[in-house]
C-alpha cells in the first residue's frame, strides 16, 4: 500500500498540475482530485463573496478556495479546500491554515463533489469544531442548506434559495462576534 500523502505533497501536487485542479485529502488519507470551478461556480462564490463584504466583513476575514487543516479522530491531519471561509480574525499566510478561527465554511456543490460535499465534509467539518457549514446547489434554485453545530454535530437549520438569502442580512444567519 503506497504511503498516505502530507499535505506538504498535496501543495506541491497542486503547484505541478498544470490543468489547475484542487488536490484534497480527508483525514482517513482518502485522496480526492477536484477539476478547477466553472463559471456558475465562480458567479455564485461571487455572488456570496459580495453579500459578505457588503456586511462589512473585512476582505482579510473572507477567503476563497484556501486549504484547511482538518483534525482527524486518530491524531491524523487532513486537508480541504473550501469554495468560502468567514474567520473570526484574520490569518498568516499559509496554504493549510488551522480552523480554530473559522465561523463558517461554504462549499459550492460541483457535479463531482455532492457526494463528498454532503456526507464527508458534513461530518469532517463538524469534527473540527466549524460553528456552521453552508452547501449551495448549482441546480436552478441555487438552494443553500445551512447547517449549524449542536453538540458536536451538525443541524440543518434551513434550506433556502440562493436569492432569498442573498435579500437578507448576514447577522440574521451569521454570529460575526
Do not use: C, F
Request: net charge negative; hydrophobic share 45%.
Amino acid at each position: 500500500m503506497p504511503p498516505i500523502p502530507s499535505l506538504d505533497d498535496l501543495t506541491a501536487m497542486m503547484a505541478a498540475d498544470r490543468y489547475g485542479h484542487r488536490y484534497e485529502m480527508s483525514p482517513e488519507g482518502a485522496l480526492s482530485i477536484m477539476p478547477p470551478p466553472g463559471y456558475a461556480h465562480a458567479t455564485i462564490a461571487t455572488r456570496i463573496m459580495l453579500w459578505l463584504a457588503a456586511a462589512g466583513i473585512p476582505a482579510d476575514r473572507l477567503s476563497q478556495a484556501v486549504g484547511l487543516r482538518i483534525p482527524g479522530p486518530n491524531g491524523t491531519t487532513g486537508g480541504r479546500i473550501p469554495d468560502l471561509v468567514v474567520w473570526s480574525r484574520a490569518q498568516l499566510d499559509g496554504v493549510w491554515l488551522p480552523v480554530a478561527d473559522v465561523l463558517l465554511v461554504i462549499e459550492i456543490i460541483s457535479p463531482g463533489s455532492v457526494g463528498a460535499d454532503t456526507v464527508d465534509k458534513v461530518t469532517e467539518y463538524a469534527g473540527a469544531g466549524i460553528p456552521q457549514y453552508w452547501t449551495v446547489a448549482q441546480d436552478g434554485s441555487q438552494a443553500v442548506t445551512m447547517h449549524r453545530l449542536v453538540d458536536d454535530r451538525y443541524q440543518v437549520t434551513a434550506s433556502t434559495p440562493l436569492a432569498w438569502v442573498l435579500n437578507t442580512t448576514v447577522s440574521e444567519h451569521l454570529d460575526l462576534g
